[in-house]
Structures are given as C-alpha cells and as structure tokens.
C-alpha cells in the first residue's frame, strides 16, 4: 500500500508495508477519507510520537469501507461503510483497528463528511461531557472555537443546553461561531478574555487546548467548583496561578488526552457518541464543519495551512477520493 511517512519534518506519500493480520476483535478499512488534526503537527515536529506498539504513521480519524473482520467482529462485515477513531495510522490506503474504535457512518452521510467526525467528536463529547462533567445550562468557555474540535463542541453545546463563549483569532471566526450557535465570544488579537468572559457571567467550565499562560487567566474567570479541561499545550507546558485563589474557590484542572486511551475506553466513548450524538447527526441537527480538503499527497500543504491557524473547521485528506 501508500502512506505518508515523515522524513525530516516532511510528508511523504510513499509505499508502505501494508498493516499486519487482524485480530480476532479488528477490522481492516480501505480508506477512502483522513482528517488532520493538530496531534498529527506535533507528531510531524517530533514533539508526540504514537503510543507502544501503534502505527508510526500519523492520522487518528478515518472513514471508509470495511475490507476484512476477525472471526469475534459481530457489529461489521465487508462492504460496510464506516468512520474509526485510531491511535495511529490513517494516512494511509488501509487501517487495521479494533472494532470497539469503529462506527457506522450516520445515516444520510457521505464517507467525506463521516471523517470529520470521530476524533474532534470524541474529544469535544469526552472533555465536554465525561471528564468535565457539563450538566445542563452551565456557561462553557471554548479556546480555539474554529478548530475542529471546537466547531464540534460548539453544536454539542447548542444540542445539550449549554451556553458557550468562544476565544478566536479573528473576526470572521468569531462569526463563523456565532453561525453553529456560540452565545459570544473574543477575538483573542484585541487583548485579554479575561474582561469579555466575567461580563458574560464567568465559566463553569472551560475547554483549553492552548495551556501556558492561558491557564491563570482561566481560573480568573472561572466561577466557583468549575473545571478547566487541558487537552493541549498551544502556548507551551508552564503556568504560574494563584493556588489560594484556585482552593477557595474550590476550582480544578483536568488534564486530559484520547490518543493513549485503551480501546476499550475509547470504544466507551463512541458507545456514547452513537447514543447521544448520532442521532442529532443523521438528522442535521448538528454538522461537522469542513474547512478545506486536500489530496493526500498535498499532506504536507494541508497541515501548513493549519498550522497558520487559517483553517474554520476540519481539514480533510482524500485517499482514494471516494465519496
């Protein structure tokens, strides 16, 4: 088969070993579709490399069509068409992952937009709804609204009753977000959230994948027994905060990754995305935002383009263009 391989901080689409023999509890996928995400960046720059065992090719989200299934696989058969959350190896023509990590795509959907779905839905129902606990009509705070992530946690918090704030980088994402129905928000050029976010009412919780010195302006604007969920360090590994001000008012700081979670525990995840999300899906009430899609052998162009933040949405890798 093809994959992309990272030869001095370049992607190389290029012929690769094609996966092992599957387990009895995996599939094989021909895929047709990848999405990018900001952990394949840091992969590339050397600063994440895949858990023990995993596919040293990047790519945690696929969609496509089922090819093989071990003799335990009960939920697929060849020919499906599906979307897999991965901990490695979805820039390529084929994936092997365990079935807990795989979905059918909903219903009404193509393969191209089902692999905007597994990993930014993932992470924003994990950090949104199980680790940062939102119970209805509490305020949600959300750096990076118009990332992947972010687009996706805006609608779920329209869908399940919870007031967002976004941070952006600029006016027309801002806009962008108020569209998939953020509540406001702060273009973060125009100086600190600090002010914007306490007028709006304060957070009780926040969605932070940009660490750093975001994280003592957080608990500044955090109301009493709130959370902050870190899913990333954007602005770097090191945060000075006020420890008195962080205890009385009863606050925390979670952090928190999907790629290193076992397949079981990311299979809990998708369990509860069908559950509660797939519906809202098939039926429009919520939809992932593409921003661009690429070839994959334009990987490389792809991921430039978010690394200078000039994506609103997914940016999306066409394998074999179907769909």
């Known amino acids: 088969m ?18 092992r023999g599957i387990a009895a509890d995996e599939v094989r996928i021909d895929v047709a579709w990848a999405g990018m995400n900001r952990a394949d960046v840091m992969q590339r720059a050397g600063h994440y490399p ?8 990047p790519g945690l989200e696929v969609s496509g069509t089922i090819a093989e299934v071990g003799r335990s696989v009960e939920r697929f058969k060849p020919g499906d068409q599906v979307c897999a959350l991965l901990a ?5 023509e084929q994936v092997v992952v365990a079935e807990a990590q795989v979905l059918p795509i909903p219903k009404g959907f193509a393969l191209r937009d089902a692999a905007a779905l597994p990993e930014v839905f993932a992470t924003a129902w994990l950090n949104l709804y199980m680790e940062g606990a939102a119970k209805y009509g509490e305020r949600i705070v959300l750096h990076a609204g118009a990332s992947g992530v972010g687009t996706a946690a805006i609608q779920l918090c329209r869908a399940f009753g919870n007031p967002c704030f976004v941070t952006v980088g600029s006016q027309a994402k801002l806009n962008a977000c108020k569209r998939l129905g953020a509540d406001a928000g702060w273009n973060r050029h125009e100086g600190s959230f600090v002010t914007p976010i306490k007028d709006w009412g304060g957070a ?4 932070d994948p940009v660490g750093g010195d975001y994280i003592a302006q957080d608990l500044q604007v955090l109301n009493p027994d709130g959370r902050v969920v870190l899913i990333g360090l954007m602005r770097g590994r090191d945060a000075q905060i006020d420890l008195g001000h962080m205890l009385m008012k009863r606050q925390r700081i979670i952090g928190s990754t999907l790629r290193s979670r076992s397949p079981r525990a990311k299979g809990a995840i998708l369990d509860a995305l069908h559950a509660h999300v797939w519906t809202k899906l098939a039926n429009g009430d919520i939809k992932p935002l593409i921003d661009k899609a690429w070839p994959i052998q334009d990987a490389d162009t792809a991921m430039q383009h978010m690394i200078d933040n000039a994506n609103t949405g997914k940016v999306l890798l066409s394998v074999s263009g179907e769909g």
């Open 50 to 57: 895949p858990p023990p065992g995993e596919s040293e090719i």
């Open 204 to 207: 009780d919780m926040i969605l």
């Open 2 to 19: 093809y994959a992309i391989a990272i030869n001095d901080q370049t992607l190389v689409w290029q012929p690769h070993d094609a996966p």
């Open 88 to 92: 490695g190896g979805g820039y390529a």
